[in-house]
Structure formats: structure tokens, C-alpha cells
């Protein structure tokens, strides 16, 4: 396995990105798989910490109990636990994070106070209207009733469209930001996935 700019780095940090039901939980883990990178998910941190009763869980719990959202300073904490359990770790997957510009600022300032850095942000290129039919397909076995509604699965696009996607600018414009045809069979979109991952870092 390559390991990008070996100069400055010593790990692959990867930010998989796109909208819901782009396929992102399928792709991470063949990519957790294949290069040995260890998976962040945020929604399974929050599980965790509060689950555990940890100072950071608290602090989450007393938020969305006001159905207050959480600040991002709570979650870049949560992270940076889970960095520091792995100090030998080859590399790290981000998963739900960042969605924010702010966000990506604070994951970009926490990796750097580990030495290392966002190897590169690839997102999975997938057009609404087959979103928007693979939700409602997975709505029929997922159990969860935003995935059954039409109207609520546009509209969850139109939010990852105006908060989430200018991430990709941020991380283009750092000539990290990488898109890939999310469309195809699994393997096929694999086997892009990692000619886009062995191209990070070199000239």
C-alpha cells in the first residue's frame, strides 16, 4: 500500500463524502478493508460517549435533550479520543464529519495537532432522482420512516446541498477534494474508489 507524501505524512486520512444514499457505508468498508484505516463514525462516537457515561457524552445528552444541536467543539472531542486510542493507526475514515465548513476547519486543526493532515476528501457523484429511488427502496427493509417519504428524502438532499456539499470546495480548493462516478456495481465503484486513493499525494 502507498503511503501518501510519505515527506509529511505517515498515515491516509480519508474523508468519504456525498449525499444520502450515495452509498458511503458500502464503499467505507471496503476502503477500511483494503488500506487498514480505521473507521470514525460519528454517529457511533455519540453512541459510545454517552452510552458510557463519559464527561463528553454528558454534555450531548444535556444538549439534545433541549433539542439543542450539539456544538461542534462537543463532537471535535469525541474525535480526538478516538484519534489518540489508535496512535499506530495506518489511517483514519471520517464518516458524517465534517458537514460544516467550520467542521472540516476543526477536523483540519485537530489532525494537525496530531502531525498529520486530510489526505484527500472523496465524494461519491450520484444524481438526485436515483437517490432519492435507492432511499425509498432501502426505506421498504430500513425501518426508518424518513426513508419512506418522498417529500422528506428531497429534502434532506436540498440540506446536505446547502450545508454539507461546499466541504467539497473547501477541500478543492486545497486540491484534496476528488469526485468519482457513484454510479455502477459495487465493485465498479471500488475499483474507482481506489484509483482515486492510490492518485492522492502524487504529482
Request: aromatic content about 8%; glycine content about 10%; overall charge negative.
Amino acid at each position: 500500500m502507498m503511503l501518501l507524501q510519505e515527506s509529511l505524512l505517515t498515515m491516509t486520512n480519508l474523508v468519504l463524502f456525498g449525499p444520502p444514499g450515495s452509498g458511503k457505508g458500502t464503499q467505507a468498508a471496503f476502503l477500511i478493508d483494503k488500506y487498514e484505516l480505521i473507521h470514525i463514525s460519528t454517529g457511533d462516537l455519540f453512541r459510545y460517549e454517552m452510552s458510557h457515561n463519559t464527561k463528553l457524552g454528558q454534555e450531548a445528552k444535556a444538549y439534545m435533550a433541549k433539542g439543542e444541536l450539539v456544538p461542534d467543539s462537543v463532537t471535535i472531542g469525541m474525535l480526538r479520543n478516538k484519534v489518540e486510542k489508535h496512535p499506530d493507526a495506518k489511517g483514519f475514515i471520517f464518516d458524517g464529519f465534517p458537514r460544516t465548513i467550520p467542521q472540516a476547519e476543526a477536523l483540519d486543526a485537530l489532525l494537525f495537532s496530531k502531525g498529520t493532515e486530510v489526505s484527500g476528501l472523496i465524494s461519491l457523484d450520484v444524481g438526485d432522482e436515483e437517490i432519492v429511488q435507492r432511499i425509498l427502496l432501502r426505506g421498504q427493509t430500513s425501518g426508518r420512516p424518513d426513508d419512506n417519504d418522498e417529500a422528506t428524502v428531497r429534502k434532506r438532499i436540498a440540506v446536505y446541498k446547502s450545508e454539507t456539499a461546499p466541504v467539497f470546495g473547501y477541500y478543492a480548493a486545497k486540491d484534496k477534494g476528488f469526485s468519482i462516478n457513484g454510479l455502477g456495481t459495487i465493485d465498479e465503484i471500488a475499483e474507482r474508489l481506489s484509483d482515486a486513493v492510490e492518485s492522492i499525494g502524487q504529482d
